[in-house]
Every structure is written in C-alpha cells, then in structure tokens.
C-alpha cells in the first residue's frame, strides 16, 4: 500500500506544490543529506540515520517510511513501525521499542503505529510540514486499520524551568497552555492526547531524558 499525495502548502500567502510520499530504497542519499541539515554539528554524525537503518524502514515497514518532496527535494521525513502496544503498560525507551532505530522488531501484526522519528529541514519549517506528514501517518493508521499511533515526544522546553518545577508540573503548564514546548505543543496541535509520561526515555539533556508518551487514536477503530 503506497502513499502518494500532491497538494499546495502556504509561505506568506504564496502556494507552494509539494509531495507527501513514501521513500524508498534510492532516496537513501536524500535522506542522510536531510538528516546533515536538521541536525548540524555539534550533533555527533553517528547519531544520524545509517544506511542500513535506512533500508529496514523501507523493507520492513515502507508504509511507515514517509517524506515530503519540494522541487525534487525530500525536505521532510517521518518514521514508524507497527508494534503489539498495551496502553495500560506504556514504559518503555526508545532503543527498546524502535530497535534502536533499526525496527527489526517490527510486528506486522502489531495494533499500533508507533513514530520513530520525524524531523523538517529548518529552511522549511515555516511550511508547518510536520503537520503534513503526521496527517500522513493518521491516514495510515486507519488505512491499516491500526487501534493507534503512539510516539514519545521529547520536551526540549523542560531544562529552563527544570529548577523551578517539576517535570509534571511542567506537562501541566504545556497542556494548560501557559508553557509553550517545541515538541509537545506541536504534537498537541497535531491532535495527538497526552498517554504517560516516561523517565529515561531517551539520552536528552534538554528534556532531563523525559519524553511524554503522546496517542491518536484511529476514530473509525471499534
């Protein structure tokens, strides 16, 4: 099942023609090259995503290989996999659930799309095509019949008021809307419901290694 889908977006009331697509095994230097501008040094290169992970998203799981292409030019990418999730049981790390971002442990039986990473390239992050993609992946969800999408979001916004409140009062703030977080007042914007909130979730000193446990939940599943 591919995704193909064309569609204007808006920079200063100007349209501009993008594709919504799956990537595929010759888009793997695109990718690593988007992977350079969204995380630019002193991010460790290593860090990047590797050819081989690369070729498990696109073998393993395509249907969770998504990105956005303007001019030729894959600007945007989004990752999942599908994984066998109980929400009553959400604690987790990132390495343990996507693999460490190989996904060899995706589960094509699995109930739940699970994001293993989404970044933009900062030329184009005005283009809100975040947003695009996670609709993507909705539409994914429920073409799959899937109960859910889940995805931990990291709070990169937490280590200024770290020493001030704690890290629950801080999701308090972001969802009551007096604290805007980079990340989960995205997520928020994107539809997705706050689940659990994880302790080392991820090696992120910005977030105190805190991500919160974030869901959407497919509307047509019974």
């Not at 970044?119 to 992050?125: D, F, G, I």
């Not at 990291?154 to 409140?165: Q, T």
């Not at 990340?183 to 994107?190: E, K, S």
């Not at 539809?191 to 290694?209: K, Q, V, W």
């Amino acid at each position: 099942m591919a995704y193909y889908k064309e569609q204007f977006v808006f920079d200063d009331g100007k349209p501009i023609p993008i594709i919504i697509r799956n990537y595929m095994a010759s888009d793997l230097e695109g990718m690593i090259e988007l992977q350079a501008k969204c995380f630019p040094p002193p991010f460790p290169t290593d860090l990047w995503w590797n050819e081989k992970q690369l070729q498990n998203h696109v073998s393993l799981f395509p249907e969770g290989a998504i990105c956005v292409e303007v001019e030729g030019e894959i600007v945007g990418s989004m990752t999942g996999l599908q994984v066998q999730f109980d929400p009553k049981n959400p604690m987790h790390t990132w390495e343990e659930i996507t693999d460490n971002g190989y996904i060899w442990n995706h589960d094509p039986n699995g109930n739940t799309l699970y994001v293993v990473d989404i970044c933009t390239s900062p030329l184009y992050r005005k283009l809100k095509l975040g947003q695009q993609m996670m609709q993507a992946m909705y539409q994914t969800v429920v073409a799959l019949k899937l109960e859910r999408l889940v995805g931990g979001g990291r709070m990169p916004g937490y280590h200024r008021f770290a020493d001030e409140m704690t890290v629950e009062q801080y999701v308090q703030a972001v969802v009551k809307g007096d604290i805007h977080d980079p990340v989960v007042t995205f997520l928020l914007r994107c539809g997705r419901m706050p689940l659990a909130l994880i302790e080392n979730y991820l090696e992120d000193e910005e977030s105190h290694n805190y991500a919160l446990l974030m869901e959407w939940k497919n509307p047509f599943h019974r």
